[in-house]
């Protein structure tokens, strides 16, 4: 099951990814040596570490059958926190969770990638 799960998570952040390899490649987004962590707002009080976000995907990709697939595994096994008040725009994939929040994935896009480049 679990290698379905990483076959299934590996095709599902082809759709959209979130840059974050290619920012860590530039030399940005590491912690500092003071050891500031960068935090990312989810909606509804929710807030993860920035490190630990795998992929932001639009939640109408859902409807594909990978993505499906792959929500329904997540929601099999308890790992979806559903922050959006039941309408979720974005599901937002880290490496212990699976959130649904009600931010378009494109405004969480952006928050990212403020945190990367605002941090001077």
Known sequence: MMKSMKKSLRKLCINFVVGIKNLAKKGMGRRRSGGINMFLHLGSDTVVALEDVISINDYKLSRSVINRDFIQQMKDTNSIIDI?????????????????SAISSMTLR??????????D
């Open 110 to 119: 952006k928050r990212a990638d403020n945190l990367f480049y605002n941090e």
């Open 84 to 100: 959006s008040g039941n309408q979720p725009k974005s599901f937002i994939v880290t490496k212990y969770k699976v959130y649904l």
